[in-house]
Nanobody, 121 residues
Protein backbone atom coordinates (compact mmCIF):
# COMPACT_ATOMS: atom_id res chain seq x y z
CA UNK A 1 0.00 0.00 0.00
CA UNK A 2 1.01 3.58 -0.64
CA UNK A 3 0.10 6.47 1.62
CA UNK A 4 0.16 10.09 0.51
CA UNK A 5 -0.18 13.07 2.81
CA UNK A 6 -0.55 16.59 1.43
CA UNK A 7 0.05 19.84 3.28
CA UNK A 8 0.63 23.51 2.60
CA UNK A 9 -2.79 24.68 1.51
CA UNK A 10 -4.39 27.85 2.81
CA UNK A 11 -5.89 31.22 2.02
CA UNK A 12 -3.90 33.65 -0.11
CA UNK A 13 -4.62 36.83 -2.03
CA UNK A 14 -4.52 36.90 -5.81
CA UNK A 15 -0.94 37.26 -7.00
CA UNK A 16 0.41 35.45 -3.96
CA UNK A 17 2.23 32.14 -3.64
CA UNK A 18 1.86 28.83 -1.84
CA UNK A 19 3.92 25.66 -1.78
CA UNK A 20 2.17 22.32 -1.43
CA UNK A 21 3.97 19.23 -0.20
CA UNK A 22 3.12 15.55 -0.62
CA UNK A 23 4.93 12.92 1.40
CA UNK A 24 4.78 9.34 0.14
CA UNK A 25 5.23 6.30 2.38
CA UNK A 26 4.64 2.59 2.25
CA UNK A 27 5.20 0.70 -0.95
CA UNK A 28 6.73 3.28 -3.26
CA UNK A 29 8.64 2.51 -6.45
CA UNK A 30 11.28 4.46 -8.22
CA UNK A 31 9.37 4.09 -11.48
CA UNK A 32 6.21 5.73 -10.16
CA UNK A 33 4.96 9.07 -11.43
CA UNK A 34 3.83 11.70 -8.93
CA UNK A 35 1.07 14.12 -9.89
CA UNK A 36 -1.10 16.92 -8.62
CA UNK A 37 -4.78 17.25 -9.46
CA UNK A 38 -7.36 19.74 -8.26
CA UNK A 39 -11.11 19.87 -7.93
CA UNK A 40 -13.10 23.08 -7.63
CA UNK A 41 -16.68 23.09 -6.28
CA UNK A 42 -19.10 21.81 -8.88
CA UNK A 43 -16.35 20.86 -11.31
CA UNK A 44 -14.59 17.67 -12.32
CA UNK A 45 -11.17 16.88 -10.97
CA UNK A 46 -8.49 18.10 -13.35
CA UNK A 47 -4.83 17.38 -13.94
CA UNK A 48 -2.42 20.08 -12.78
CA UNK A 49 1.14 18.76 -13.00
CA UNK A 50 3.21 15.58 -12.90
CA UNK A 51 6.80 14.49 -12.53
CA UNK A 52 8.42 11.19 -13.32
CA UNK A 53 10.05 9.86 -10.16
CA UNK A 54 13.22 9.19 -12.12
CA UNK A 55 14.66 11.78 -14.42
CA UNK A 56 13.63 15.37 -14.77
CA UNK A 57 10.53 15.13 -16.96
CA UNK A 58 7.73 17.41 -15.84
CA UNK A 59 4.29 18.03 -17.29
CA UNK A 60 1.78 20.83 -16.75
CA UNK A 61 -1.75 21.78 -17.60
CA UNK A 62 -1.88 24.78 -19.90
CA UNK A 63 -3.72 26.77 -17.24
CA UNK A 64 -0.76 26.64 -14.83
CA UNK A 65 2.25 26.68 -17.16
CA UNK A 66 4.68 29.41 -16.21
CA UNK A 67 3.10 29.84 -12.76
CA UNK A 68 3.37 26.42 -11.09
CA UNK A 69 6.47 24.26 -10.67
CA UNK A 70 6.51 20.61 -9.63
CA UNK A 71 9.63 19.15 -8.05
CA UNK A 72 10.67 16.21 -5.89
CA UNK A 73 13.10 15.45 -3.12
CA UNK A 74 14.19 11.82 -3.24
CA UNK A 75 15.63 11.64 0.25
CA UNK A 76 12.32 12.71 1.78
CA UNK A 77 9.98 10.88 -0.64
CA UNK A 78 8.35 14.23 -1.13
CA UNK A 79 6.90 16.07 -4.09
CA UNK A 80 6.26 19.80 -4.08
CA UNK A 81 4.02 22.11 -6.05
CA UNK A 82 5.21 25.70 -5.99
CA UNK A 83 2.33 27.93 -7.01
CA UNK A 84 3.07 31.55 -7.93
CA UNK A 85 0.90 34.37 -9.23
CA UNK A 86 -2.18 32.60 -7.92
CA UNK A 87 -5.56 33.49 -9.37
CA UNK A 88 -9.06 33.11 -7.92
CA UNK A 89 -9.71 30.37 -10.48
CA UNK A 90 -6.95 28.31 -8.85
CA UNK A 91 -9.22 27.86 -5.82
CA UNK A 92 -9.77 24.14 -5.33
CA UNK A 93 -8.92 21.11 -3.25
CA UNK A 94 -5.52 19.91 -4.43
CA UNK A 95 -4.77 16.19 -4.43
CA UNK A 96 -1.51 14.31 -4.74
CA UNK A 97 -1.53 11.04 -6.68
CA UNK A 98 0.95 8.34 -7.59
CA UNK A 99 1.16 5.15 -9.59
CA UNK A 100 2.99 3.51 -12.45
CA UNK A 101 1.36 5.21 -15.43
CA UNK A 102 2.07 5.66 -19.11
CA UNK A 103 0.03 8.84 -19.40
CA UNK A 104 0.80 11.44 -16.76
CA UNK A 105 -2.89 12.32 -16.57
CA UNK A 106 -3.66 8.88 -15.21
CA UNK A 107 -5.33 6.76 -14.19
CA UNK A 108 -3.83 6.77 -10.69
CA UNK A 109 -4.75 4.33 -7.95
CA UNK A 110 -3.18 6.07 -4.97
CA UNK A 111 -4.47 9.41 -3.72
CA UNK A 112 -3.96 11.71 -0.78
CA UNK A 113 -6.74 13.27 1.26
CA UNK A 114 -6.42 16.69 -0.36
CA UNK A 115 -5.53 20.16 0.83
CA UNK A 116 -7.67 23.26 0.32
CA UNK A 117 -6.29 26.23 -1.59
CA UNK A 118 -8.37 29.40 -1.59
CA UNK A 119 -7.36 32.47 -3.58
CA UNK A 120 -9.19 35.70 -2.80
CA UNK A 121 -9.56 38.49 -5.33
Amino acid sequence: QVQLVESGGGLVQAGGSLRLSCVASGRTFSSYTMAWFRQAPGKDREFVAAIRWTGDSTYYADSVKGRFTISREYAKNTVYLQMNNLKPEDTAVYYCATDWVVSTTGPYNYWGQGTQVTVSS
